[in-house]
């Protein structure tokens, strides 16, 4: 079971730091991912790290702004995003999955078990 938590509201320019807590699943040799869907569009990759430790990999869209890290002992894995914009208002979603494999870490398909999402708006 996952446990996604930190969104809420902010403005633009300001940070958060979304966490996602696995109970019952060991990070060991699982692929994780962050993904958002904002309003009225598709989900989509935010950033990933796949089974065997490499990454993270981040969106075109993201990449110098959020940071993603986990904390294995914690079974714990964290999104740290500056910089925010009114684009990257969303909910956002954190996924596990052992049967990864590297080229499709960033399609949502791959994964199999999701957090509930929380919700992130940046204001302008």
């Known amino acids: 079971q996952l446990q996604a938590s930190g969104g809420g509201l902010v403005q633009a320019g300001g940070s958060l730091r979304l966490s996602c807590a696995a109970t019952g699943v060991s990070f060991n040799r699982y692929a994780m991912g962050w993904f958002r869907q904002a309003p009225g569009k598709e989900r989509e990759f935010v950033s990933a790290i796949n089974r065997s430790g490499g990454g993270p990999f981040y969106a075109d869209s993201v990449k110098g702004r959020f940071t993603m890290s986990r904390d294995n002992a914690k079974s714990t894995m964290y999104l740290q995003m500056t910089s925010l914009k009114a684009e990257d208002t969303a909910v956002y979603y954190c996924?596990?999955?052992?049967?990864?494999?590297?080229?499709?870490?960033?399609?949502?398909?791959?994964?199999?078990?999701w957090g509930q999402g929380t919700l992130v708006t940046v204001s302008s």
């Open positions: 996924a596990v999955d052992r049967q990864v494999i590297s080229s499709s870490i960033s399609r949502p398909a791959s994964y199999n078990y």
